[in-house]
């Protein structure tokens, strides 16, 4: 029997700290990049032993602002997408051979994980990535909205892991919720695209339930 699919809730938060009324004093000539702020969060629930697992990560702005254009005044659609792709690298084994349903409530970022493709550099790489990565983990995905109060991905990309907890109790826990979400590093994301489909080949071997 075919198992059924996983289903995947990814978010991001992002804002400006000195946009939220902690700008008194802040010297113009300073980074302007220095109060960037954000999340990332996800939840994989496993319909095959009623299971879940949430994970969140801080995005590391030095890395990302390395090849990221800095004239951006968001990164709301960059970080969604990284959410999406970092929650596969972050269970690897789970997700090899697997179907999934996957949501997001950022159109911008569906738009490129649908289209294969994006206008936007930094979408781009990564929404190559992530199908390198699916080569790799011989994973079917199917990305689908999910509007942003029913995206239950929103609570750990802000931080609430308790009620994450919450909203899931009588659903098996596994990992340590949260769980740290794998953000590919420097030496990851400037390696060639090709290192993307070996990176993950023999998880589908490995899998165990």
């Not at 919720?177 to 060639?192: E, M, R």
Request: net charge positive; charged share 20%; hydrophobic share 40%.
């Amino acid at each position: 029997m075919t198992d059924p699919p996983l289903l995947v809730y990814t978010d991001a938060s992002f804002w400006v700290a000195n946009k939220r009324g902690r700008g008194e004093g802040v010297d113009e000539c300073a980074n302007p990049h220095r109060d960037l702020r954000g999340a990332l969060g996800a939840v994989v629930y496993d319909p095959r032993d009623r299971s879940y697992r949430t994970a969140w990560a801080t995005p590391p702005w030095t890395l990302l602002l390395a090849s990221w254009r800095l004239d951006r005044k968001t990164y709301i659609a960059e970080l969604e997408a990284l959410a999406a792709l970092a929650v596969y690298g972050t269970y690897p084994s789970l997700f090899a051979g697997r179907r999934v349903q996957h949501f997001i409530d950022n159109s911008v970022a569906l738009s490129a994980y649908v289209h294969g493709y994006s206008g936007k550099q930094e979408l781009a790489k990564t929404v190559n990535v992530f199908y390198l990565q699916m080569v790799s983990l011989r994973a079917s995905v199917y990305f689908d909205y999910v509007p942003s109060k029913a995206n239950i991905a929103d609570l750990p990309s802000r931080g609430e892991h308790e009620r994450t907890r919450r909203e899931l109790h009588g659903l098996r826990q596994r990992g340590s919720a949260p769980d740290t979400l794998a953000i590919p590093s420097i030496a990851q994301w400037t390696a060639p695209l090709e290192s993307w489909v070996v990176r993950h080949e023999f998880q589908h071997l490995t899998f165990t339930a």
